[in-house]
């Protein structure tokens, strides 16, 4: 990779709201960047779309091109920001620069869930560094946390707050009372949500992070199908207020652990019931919150702003510093180095938790009896009932049950059972209860 003496020469691809905060942040930084890693960084060459594009940053027309492998065939460029988001162009666009020697930052989980495998075996094939830490959870440091910080413990878990704009509608829901529709409406118009916010309503966003965090905490990249996502469009304002009633808030959660007792893996996301009793509910609106449980250093929690430009950029930035040390240190792939490949994933019928079951049932004699009969049947405890009076006369009443510890096998063999029962409607919500213990 050619230099100059301690400059780094920064090819960005990609100049929208995370590209433009990098930018600007860089020059508005520019001094203590310069004193802390000893190199000038400096943005040289900018791929865009559309270079007539009106951008809250001043930049000279003769950066840009439309042409991101103008960036790549750039030898004074020494590293390159991949900030174009999507999978397939991303891919080509990383797979490119690296193969050129470049190396490369870049804030897209998308391109890592699906790719992540091949773009770290090129990366170190090529002895030249991928960073991401703006993949996951925009502004918090998670990634060198667990790769660095946290490098003496083996991860026994971890438990995130990964997309903020769910969690934005889920804390509007449950403090504001208003609905799942209202709520998106209202991310929408703060500029929360994205004009296509479906990923981030589907779990498939905190799906993609919480695959990199797997990786970095167990080193083997799932598959998009051997993790289970589930998003918050069927969460109701019926379901946050029963949570609520009994000590719990409705987050979208994503869960990274080891099952006890062997060394298979378990990647998850889904809207879960967390005690009031844990720090983790108490994050609301668009923030994030990640916490590790390493078992020498026992419970760790980071916090803070999971999306938007100064966040972002501001991971972007420190990846940045890294490529500068490597360069001016003249070492290679100092990039991702997981602590290990341990095992398999755990299949989803043998995860294990405590469940939430709210059913819609006859009001009549004997419904609760065999309901309890059949999870009874399957060795699942109740823990609590709920069961309102009716404020009016109704044939269908709710009936809410927190379940004990059950695999998500066990849980779903007795609900089938549930359902069938004739005095059972089949219109349900099944969400886990997440402990957060370990
Ligand atoms: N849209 C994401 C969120 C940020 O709402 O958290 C980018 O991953």
């Known amino acids: 990779m050619e230099t100059s003496s301690k400059q780094l020469r920064i090819g960005l691809a990609g ?71 999507g999978d397939d162009e991303a891919f080509k666009l990383i797979t490119a620069a690296l193969k050129a020697g470049k190396a490369v930052v870049t804030g897209n989980k998308a391109v890592l869930a699906k790719h992540g495998k091949q773009l770290i075996e090129l990366s170190e094939k090529q002895n030249t560094p991928l960073y991401c830490e703006a993949a996951v959870a925009g502004g918090i ?19 995130g707050i990964i997309n903020g704009t769910s969690n934005y509608i889920l804390t509007r829901m449950t403090k504001a009372g208003i609905s799942f529709s209202e709520a998106l409406g209202e991310a929408r118009d703060k500029g929360f949500a994205e004009a296509d916010p479906s990923l981030d309503i589907n779990g498939w966003d ?65 809207p879960s019931l967390i005690p009031r009793t844990h ?42 510093a890294d490529v500068a040390e490597n360069l001016i240190n003249e070492v290679g792939c100092t990039g991702f180095v997981p602590h290990g490949d341990y ?23 004997g419904v609760l009896a065999r309901i309890a009969n059949i999870t009874g049947e399957n060795g699942i405890g109740i823990l609590s009932v709920i069961q309102p009076e009716p404020k009016e006369p109704s044939e269908h009443i709710p009936l809410v049950l927190l379940l004990h510890d059950a695999t998500y096998g ?29």
Do not use: C
């Open 15 to 85: 100049l929208g709201n995370v590209g433009s905060g990098v930018y600007k942040n860089l020059l508005l930084n520019r001094h203590i960047l310069q004193d802390r890693t000893g190199a000038h960084l400096q943005v040289t060459r900018i791929a865009v779309r559309d270079p007539n594009r009106k951008r809250d940053v001043d930049v000279s027309p003769e950066m840009l091109t439309t042409e991101w492998r103008d960036l790549i065939d750039d030898p004074q460029i020494d590293v390159i920001v991949e900030l174009i988001g």
């Open 141 to 159: 440091p998670i990634i060198k946390a667990v790769k660095e910080a946290l490098v003496g413990n083996r991860i026994d878990s971890i438990y």
């Open 343 to 365: 095992g398999v994933a755990l299949p989803l019928e043998e995860t294990l938790s405590q469940y939430y079951l709210r059913l819609s049932v006859v009001d009549e004699p």
């Open 206 to 270: 905190a799906g993609h992070k919480a695959i990199i965090l797997g990786w970095l905490s167990y080193g083997r990249w799932l598959k998009p199908e051997e993790v289970s996502v589930n998003g918050i469009e069927t969460i109701s304002s019926e379901d946050v207020t029963f949570a609520d009633s009994l000590g719990y808030e409705i987050k979208l959660l994503g869960v990274i652990r080891q099952n006890q007792g062997d060394e298979r893996i378990e990647v998850r996301v889904a």
């Open 279 to 320: 720090i983790l509910s108490s994050v609301d609106g668009v923030f994030n919150a990640v916490a590790v449980h390493g078992n020498v250093v026992g419970e760790t929690l980071f916090y803070g702003s999971g999306a938007g430009q100064d966040a972002t950029s501001s991971a972007v930035i420190s990846d940045l």
């Open 410 to 438: 066990t849980v779903s063999t007795a609900l089938k059972a549930v359902l069938a029962l004739e005095s059972v409607e089949s219109e349900h919500t099944l969400l886990r209860v997440e402990t957060l213990e370990r």
